[in-house]
């Protein structure tokens, strides 16, 4: 029988981690259509209000429900305002092991939020779901993103050659796919240990620009 993520909401000091809703479709929209998101994932371009519905109301139920992965908002606490999405896919129950990936508005970015929002993710899985793997794959010329996996405490375990399809900008102002590599990092349970608190004791999650 195939196992599912419950539908949770996850709080930290700063955000909220919750359901996507549709309230949140406008700023996902805008948030899908930065540069820098059109740049290093796969959206579709331009991504509109409907395609933002289309997520919050069809693949994000199904990809839960099918047991393949959970979608969560990312909210400031005390704003609610939409700062990003954490996502987990490829999810093995037997193996007990997903990827992790995230999002984060152009707004919002040198705040720190995707590190607290992905180790939220990563201590919840570990303690709540009994997890014993999460792996995090990065575009090779992605610093920002691998700044953040070495921020929760992700080891770096190779180089996935010619794996990855990003996309640059053309003279014409179309995007254009140019294959690079994928760095492959992991985060077992016992890479957690002291991250939170080397965290708190270097001022927090305030040090990268954080989108993937």
């Not at 949140?24 to 959206?43: G, I, K, Y």
């Not at 289309?54 to 429900?65: K, M, Q, S």
């Not at 969560?72 to 606490?77: I, R, Y």
């Not at 929002?117 to 899985?125: G, K």
């Amino acid at each position: 029988m195939t196992s599912t993520f419950p539908g949770i909401s996850i709080s930290t000091e700063r955000l909220v981690l919750r359901p996507l809703e549709d309230d949140d479709a406008p700023a996902l929209a805008e948030m899908m259509n930065d540069e820098m998101v059109a740049a290093w994932t796969s959206v579709p371009q331009p991504f509109t209000e409907d395609g933002a519905r289309g997520w919050i109301h069809d693949y994000a139920p199904a990809e839960r429900t099918a047991g393949r992965g959970l979608d969560f908002a990312v909210a400031e606490f005390l704003t609610q305002r939409l700062v990003g999405v954490i996502q987990l896919g490829k999810t093995n129950w037997h193996v007990r092991s997903t990827e992790l990936s995230y999002i984060i508005a152009p707004w919002a970015r040198g705040e720190g939020y995707a590190s607290e929002a992905a180790l939220a993710t990563a201590q919840w899985l570990f303690r709540d779901q009994k997890f014993e793997r999460i792996e995090l794959r990065t575009a090779a010329d992605n610093t920002a993103s691998q700044q953040v996996a070495q921020k929760i405490g992700c080891i770096s375990e190779g180089v996935l050659r010619n794996a990855c399809i990003a996309r640059t900008r053309t003279e014409d102002g179309t995007w254009a796919d140019l294959r690079t590599d994928f760095i492959v990092w992991s985060l077992l349970p016992e890479d957690l240990d002291g991250v939170a608190e080397e965290l708190a004791d270097t001022g927090g999650f305030t040090s990268y620009s954080d989108w993937n």
